[in-house]
Protein backbone atom coordinates (compact mmCIF):
# COMPACT_ATOMS: atom_id res chain seq x y z
CA UNK A 1 0.00 0.00 0.00
CA UNK A 2 1.10 3.54 -0.71
CA UNK A 3 2.75 5.34 2.44
CA UNK A 4 0.46 8.00 1.49
CA UNK A 5 -2.27 6.13 2.67
CA UNK A 6 -1.13 4.84 5.57
CA UNK A 7 -0.09 8.45 6.45
CA UNK A 8 -3.95 9.13 6.50
CA UNK A 9 -5.55 6.36 7.98
CA UNK A 10 -3.01 6.74 10.89
CA UNK A 11 -5.03 9.98 11.38
CA UNK A 12 -8.00 8.16 12.63
CA UNK A 13 -8.69 5.65 15.77
CA UNK A 14 -8.77 2.44 14.62
CA UNK A 15 -6.30 -0.24 13.73
CA UNK A 16 -6.33 -1.70 9.76
CA UNK A 17 -5.95 -5.37 9.41
CA UNK A 18 -6.01 -5.16 5.09
CA UNK A 19 -6.24 -2.58 2.33
CA UNK A 20 -7.16 -3.02 -0.91
CA UNK A 21 -8.34 -0.59 -4.29
CA UNK A 22 -11.46 0.32 -4.97
CA UNK A 23 -14.08 2.37 -5.91
CA UNK A 24 -11.86 4.81 -6.84
CA UNK A 25 -10.01 4.79 -3.00
CA UNK A 26 -9.21 1.90 -1.20
CA UNK A 27 -11.32 -0.21 1.04
CA UNK A 28 -9.94 -1.17 3.95
CA UNK A 29 -11.07 -3.82 7.14
CA UNK A 30 -10.41 -2.29 10.19
CA UNK A 31 -11.29 -2.64 13.88
CA UNK A 32 -14.18 0.09 13.52
CA UNK A 33 -15.57 -2.33 10.13
CA UNK A 34 -15.06 -2.13 6.85
CA UNK A 35 -14.31 1.35 5.59
CA UNK A 36 -13.53 3.17 2.44
CA UNK A 37 -10.71 6.08 2.07
CA UNK A 38 -10.70 8.39 -1.20
CA UNK A 39 -9.81 11.99 -1.94
CA UNK A 40 -12.31 14.56 -1.60
CA UNK A 41 -12.35 18.21 -3.88
CA UNK A 42 -15.75 19.80 -2.05
CA UNK A 43 -16.24 21.60 0.41
CA UNK A 44 -16.23 20.83 4.52
CA UNK A 45 -19.92 22.58 4.90
CA UNK A 46 -21.20 20.18 2.06
CA UNK A 47 -19.44 17.24 4.14
CA UNK A 48 -21.12 18.91 7.35
CA UNK A 49 -24.51 18.86 5.68
CA UNK A 50 -24.13 15.31 4.40
CA UNK A 51 -23.11 14.46 8.00
CA UNK A 52 -26.50 15.77 9.49
CA UNK A 53 -28.80 14.26 7.14
CA UNK A 54 -27.16 10.76 7.21
CA UNK A 55 -27.16 10.80 11.17
CA UNK A 56 -30.51 11.61 11.44
CA UNK A 57 -30.89 8.55 8.85
CA UNK A 58 -29.50 6.47 10.98
CA UNK A 59 -31.28 7.88 13.94
CA UNK A 60 -34.39 6.87 12.40
CA UNK A 61 -33.59 3.33 11.81
CA UNK A 62 -32.19 2.78 8.60
CA UNK A 63 -28.17 1.95 9.68
CA UNK A 64 -26.81 0.81 6.23
CA UNK A 65 -25.68 4.10 4.60
CA UNK A 66 -22.23 5.21 4.30
CA UNK A 67 -22.20 8.58 6.84
CA UNK A 68 -18.44 9.34 7.29
CA UNK A 69 -15.93 8.99 10.41
CA UNK A 70 -14.38 11.46 12.43
CA UNK A 71 -10.39 11.39 12.95
CA UNK A 72 -8.99 11.24 16.40
CA UNK A 73 -9.00 14.83 16.16
CA UNK A 74 -12.69 15.58 15.58
CA UNK A 75 -12.03 16.33 11.86
CA UNK A 76 -14.31 15.15 8.44
CA UNK A 77 -11.37 15.76 5.96
CA UNK A 78 -7.70 14.33 6.99
CA UNK A 79 -4.92 16.07 5.28
CA UNK A 80 -1.65 14.44 4.02
CA UNK A 81 1.45 15.74 4.03
CA UNK A 82 0.87 17.24 0.27
CA UNK A 83 -2.53 19.13 1.17
CA UNK A 84 -4.38 16.63 -0.60
CA UNK A 85 -7.42 15.90 1.05
CA UNK A 86 -9.59 13.05 2.61
CA UNK A 87 -12.53 11.61 3.74
CA UNK A 88 -13.16 8.37 5.64
CA UNK A 89 -16.64 6.52 5.63
CA UNK A 90 -18.23 3.29 6.77
CA UNK A 91 -18.26 0.71 3.65
CA UNK A 92 -20.33 -2.41 2.73
CA UNK A 93 -18.85 -5.03 0.27
CA UNK A 94 -22.71 -6.53 -0.18
CA UNK A 95 -23.84 -6.94 -4.31
CA UNK A 96 -25.26 -4.16 -6.09
CA UNK A 97 -28.71 -4.25 -6.66
CA UNK A 98 -29.33 -6.87 -9.66
CA UNK A 99 -31.77 -4.77 -12.64
CA UNK A 100 -33.13 -8.16 -13.70
CA UNK A 101 -33.33 -9.80 -10.75
CA UNK A 102 -37.43 -8.37 -9.84
CA UNK A 103 -36.92 -9.53 -6.33
CA UNK A 104 -33.96 -7.49 -6.19
CA UNK A 105 -35.66 -4.43 -7.55
CA UNK A 106 -38.67 -4.23 -5.51
CA UNK A 107 -36.58 -5.00 -2.54
CA UNK A 108 -34.60 -1.91 -3.65
CA UNK A 109 -37.83 0.20 -4.56
CA UNK A 110 -38.98 -0.52 -1.19
CA UNK A 111 -36.09 1.02 0.84
CA UNK A 112 -35.85 4.44 -1.74
CA UNK A 113 -39.56 5.04 -0.64
CA UNK A 114 -38.20 4.27 3.18
CA UNK A 115 -35.51 6.70 2.71
CA UNK A 116 -37.86 9.02 1.40
CA UNK A 117 -40.14 8.90 4.22
CA UNK A 118 -37.38 9.77 6.53
CA UNK A 119 -35.46 12.21 4.79
CA UNK A 120 -39.06 14.46 4.64
CA UNK A 121 -39.00 14.34 7.77
CA UNK A 122 -35.92 16.04 9.09
CA UNK A 123 -36.28 19.77 9.31
CA UNK A 124 -34.51 21.91 6.76
CA UNK A 125 -31.35 24.10 7.92
CA UNK A 126 -31.06 27.32 7.13
CA UNK A 127 -27.59 26.53 6.89
CA UNK A 128 -27.95 24.71 3.82
CA UNK A 129 -27.97 26.98 1.54
CA UNK A 130 -25.36 25.80 -0.48
CA UNK A 131 -25.66 25.54 -4.59
CA UNK A 132 -25.28 21.83 -3.82
CA UNK A 133 -28.28 21.54 -2.47
CA UNK A 134 -30.42 23.85 -3.84
CA UNK A 135 -30.68 22.36 -7.30
CA UNK A 136 -32.30 23.96 -10.34
CA UNK A 137 -35.62 22.54 -11.83
CA UNK A 138 -35.64 19.48 -14.01
CA UNK A 139 -37.37 21.15 -16.53
CA UNK A 140 -34.77 24.02 -17.21
CA UNK A 141 -31.94 21.16 -17.92
CA UNK A 142 -34.91 19.67 -19.97
CA UNK A 143 -35.29 22.66 -21.79
CA UNK A 144 -31.42 22.96 -22.75
CA UNK A 145 -31.70 19.60 -23.83
CA UNK A 146 -34.33 20.41 -26.20
CA UNK A 147 -32.36 22.90 -27.35
CA UNK A 148 -29.45 20.86 -28.00
CA UNK A 149 -31.88 18.24 -30.13
CA UNK A 150 -32.94 20.80 -32.26
CA UNK A 151 -29.37 21.96 -32.91
CA UNK A 152 -28.39 18.58 -33.79
CA UNK A 153 -31.26 18.03 -36.56
CA UNK A 154 -30.27 21.01 -38.04
CA UNK A 155 -26.98 20.14 -38.70
CA UNK A 156 -27.46 16.67 -39.79
CA UNK A 157 -30.61 17.71 -42.05
CA UNK A 158 -27.64 20.60 -43.88
CA UNK A 159 -25.46 17.76 -44.36
CA UNK A 160 -25.79 17.02 -48.03
CA UNK A 161 -24.02 13.01 -47.47
CA UNK A 162 -25.67 11.65 -44.27
CA UNK A 163 -24.20 8.48 -42.64
CA UNK A 164 -26.43 5.78 -41.31
CA UNK A 165 -26.73 7.08 -37.98
CA UNK A 166 -27.91 10.74 -39.17
CA UNK A 167 -30.54 8.86 -41.51
CA UNK A 168 -32.25 6.68 -38.45
CA UNK A 169 -32.36 10.25 -36.33
CA UNK A 170 -33.93 12.17 -38.89
CA UNK A 171 -36.95 9.50 -39.58
CA UNK A 172 -38.05 9.23 -36.05
CA UNK A 173 -37.13 12.76 -34.26
CA UNK A 174 -40.30 14.69 -34.67
CA UNK A 175 -41.51 10.98 -32.38
CA UNK A 176 -39.45 11.98 -29.85
CA UNK A 177 -38.84 15.74 -30.17
CA UNK A 178 -42.87 15.92 -29.47
CA UNK A 179 -42.73 13.52 -26.63
CA UNK A 180 -39.60 16.24 -25.44
CA UNK A 181 -41.47 18.90 -25.56
CA UNK A 182 -44.49 17.78 -24.27
CA UNK A 183 -42.35 16.44 -21.42
CA UNK A 184 -40.60 19.59 -20.46
CA UNK A 185 -43.92 21.91 -20.87
CA UNK A 186 -46.01 19.09 -18.62
CA UNK A 187 -43.24 19.71 -16.25
CA UNK A 188 -42.99 23.82 -16.16
CA UNK A 189 -46.94 23.96 -16.11
CA UNK A 190 -47.04 21.73 -12.86
CA UNK A 191 -44.18 23.50 -11.42
CA UNK A 192 -46.65 26.59 -11.63
CA UNK A 193 -49.72 24.69 -9.91
CA UNK A 194 -47.65 23.56 -7.33
CA UNK A 195 -45.90 27.16 -6.63
CA UNK A 196 -44.68 27.16 -3.07
CA UNK A 197 -44.81 23.46 -2.04
CA UNK A 198 -42.30 22.36 -0.23
CA UNK A 199 -39.40 20.43 -1.72
CA UNK A 200 -37.62 17.58 0.37
CA UNK A 201 -34.54 15.93 0.82
CA UNK A 202 -33.34 13.43 -2.39
CA UNK A 203 -30.63 11.30 -2.83
CA UNK A 204 -29.83 12.61 -6.49
CA UNK A 205 -28.38 9.85 -7.73
CA UNK A 206 -30.04 6.45 -7.42
CA UNK A 207 -29.43 3.73 -9.79
CA UNK A 208 -28.61 -0.01 -9.27
CA UNK A 209 -24.82 0.86 -8.25
CA UNK A 210 -25.66 3.00 -5.26
CA UNK A 211 -28.40 0.00 -3.75
CA UNK A 212 -26.46 -2.95 -2.07
CA UNK A 213 -28.18 -6.06 -1.36
CA UNK A 214 -27.59 -7.32 2.35
CA UNK A 215 -28.54 -10.57 3.51
CA UNK A 216 -30.47 -9.08 5.85
CA UNK A 217 -30.82 -5.69 4.72
CA UNK A 218 -30.51 -2.61 1.95
CA UNK A 219 -27.56 -0.60 1.91
CA UNK A 220 -27.62 2.67 0.45
CA UNK A 221 -24.65 4.97 -0.41
CA UNK A 222 -22.86 7.61 -2.40
CA UNK A 223 -25.18 10.63 -1.06
CA UNK A 224 -22.69 13.57 -2.79
CA UNK A 225 -25.57 14.41 -4.92
CA UNK A 226 -27.95 14.95 -2.16
CA UNK A 227 -30.36 17.67 -2.41
CA UNK A 228 -33.52 19.67 -2.31
CA UNK A 229 -35.55 18.50 -4.87
CA UNK A 230 -38.28 16.26 -6.14
CA UNK A 231 -38.28 13.22 -4.92
CA UNK A 232 -40.18 11.17 -7.44
CA UNK A 233 -36.97 12.02 -9.43
CA UNK A 234 -34.85 9.60 -7.33
CA UNK A 235 -37.51 6.91 -8.11
CA UNK A 236 -37.53 8.10 -11.83
CA UNK A 237 -33.96 7.47 -12.36
CA UNK A 238 -33.82 4.05 -10.93
CA UNK A 239 -36.72 2.71 -12.27
CA UNK A 240 -35.73 3.91 -16.11
CA UNK A 241 -32.82 1.75 -15.49
CA UNK A 242 -34.53 -0.91 -14.70
CA UNK A 243 -37.16 -0.61 -17.42
CA UNK A 244 -34.78 0.42 -20.18
CA UNK A 245 -33.05 -3.18 -18.98
CA UNK A 246 -36.45 -5.04 -19.23
CA UNK A 247 -37.76 -3.63 -22.50
CA UNK A 248 -40.06 -1.81 -20.90
CA UNK A 249 -42.18 -4.54 -19.04
CA UNK A 250 -45.57 -3.20 -18.12
CA UNK A 251 -45.87 -5.63 -15.42
CA UNK A 252 -42.89 -4.81 -13.62
CA UNK A 253 -42.90 -1.39 -13.82
CA UNK A 254 -46.43 -1.69 -11.90
CA UNK A 255 -44.47 -3.72 -9.51
CA UNK A 256 -41.96 -0.94 -8.58
CA UNK A 257 -44.61 1.60 -8.07
CA UNK A 258 -46.49 -0.83 -6.16
CA UNK A 259 -43.60 -1.65 -3.46
CA UNK A 260 -43.08 1.78 -3.26
CA UNK A 261 -46.60 2.79 -2.25
CA UNK A 262 -46.80 -0.17 0.58
CA UNK A 263 -43.81 2.32 1.89
CA UNK A 264 -45.49 5.94 0.94
CA UNK A 265 -48.12 6.62 -0.81
CA UNK A 266 -47.46 8.60 -4.33
CA UNK A 267 -49.91 11.46 -4.77
CA UNK A 268 -51.61 12.32 -7.98
CA UNK A 269 -49.20 15.80 -8.15
CA UNK A 270 -46.64 13.14 -7.82
CA UNK A 271 -47.53 10.45 -10.14
CA UNK A 272 -48.37 13.27 -12.98
CA UNK A 273 -44.24 14.15 -12.55
CA UNK A 274 -43.60 11.12 -12.39
CA UNK A 275 -45.39 10.65 -15.77
CA UNK A 276 -43.45 13.90 -17.49
CA UNK A 277 -40.43 12.37 -16.02
CA UNK A 278 -40.26 9.22 -18.13
CA UNK A 279 -42.59 10.76 -21.23
CA UNK A 280 -38.59 12.57 -21.65
CA UNK A 281 -36.33 10.58 -24.16
CA UNK A 282 -34.20 10.82 -21.98
CA UNK A 283 -31.78 7.73 -23.91
CA UNK A 284 -32.47 9.00 -27.26
CA UNK A 285 -31.02 12.18 -26.07
CA UNK A 286 -27.78 11.21 -24.78
CA UNK A 287 -27.27 9.21 -27.87
CA UNK A 288 -27.89 12.40 -30.00
CA UNK A 289 -25.80 14.50 -27.82
CA UNK A 290 -22.30 11.96 -27.71
CA UNK A 291 -22.93 12.18 -31.44
CA UNK A 292 -22.91 15.92 -31.75
CA UNK A 293 -20.12 16.15 -29.32
CA UNK A 294 -17.86 13.41 -30.46
CA UNK A 295 -16.47 12.40 -34.19
CA UNK A 296 -19.42 13.16 -36.19
CA UNK A 297 -17.84 11.31 -39.11
CA UNK A 298 -17.88 7.73 -37.08
CA UNK A 299 -20.76 6.55 -35.17
CA UNK A 300 -19.71 3.25 -33.54
CA UNK A 301 -22.28 0.77 -34.98
CA UNK A 302 -23.59 0.20 -30.92
CA UNK A 303 -24.92 3.35 -30.93
CA UNK A 304 -26.82 3.01 -34.25
CA UNK A 305 -28.62 -0.27 -32.45
CA UNK A 306 -29.41 1.60 -29.68
CA UNK A 307 -31.35 4.04 -31.86
CA UNK A 308 -32.84 1.26 -33.42
CA UNK A 309 -33.71 -0.39 -29.93
CA UNK A 310 -35.60 2.37 -28.87
CA UNK A 311 -37.97 2.91 -32.05
CA UNK A 312 -38.80 -1.47 -31.27
CA UNK A 313 -39.20 -0.62 -27.63
CA UNK A 314 -41.47 2.90 -28.11
CA UNK A 315 -44.48 0.64 -28.41
CA UNK A 316 -44.14 -1.13 -24.61
CA UNK A 317 -42.86 2.60 -23.43
CA UNK A 318 -46.18 4.17 -24.41
CA UNK A 319 -48.14 1.43 -23.10
CA UNK A 320 -46.43 2.03 -19.69
CA UNK A 321 -46.57 5.45 -20.02
CA UNK A 322 -50.40 5.45 -20.69
CA UNK A 323 -50.81 3.25 -17.77
CA UNK A 324 -48.94 5.83 -15.28
CA UNK A 325 -50.90 9.28 -16.44
Not at 33 to 47: F, M
Not at 73 to 96: C, H, M, N, S
Not at 133 to 155: F, S, V
Not at 245 to 259: F, H, I, P, V
Request: proline share 2%; aromatic share 10%.
Amino acid sequence: MNERYLEILAQYDLTVDSVRKGRSGFICETSAGTVLLSEYRGTLKRLEFEMQVLSCVREAGMDRVDDYIRTAQGELIAVGEDGTRYVLKRWFTDPECSIRDRREVRLAVSQIARLHRILREIPRNEEWNLGSILTEPMEKELERHNQELKRARNYMKNKRKKTEFESCVLSNFQVFYEQAASACEGLKQLRQKESGAPLFLCHGNLDHHHILMGEADVAVIEFHRMHLGEQMEDLYYFMRKVMEKQDWNLSLGMEMLSAYERVLPISAAQRQRLYYLFLYPEKYWKQINFYFNANKAWIPARNIEKLRNLERQMEDRNRFLEKIR
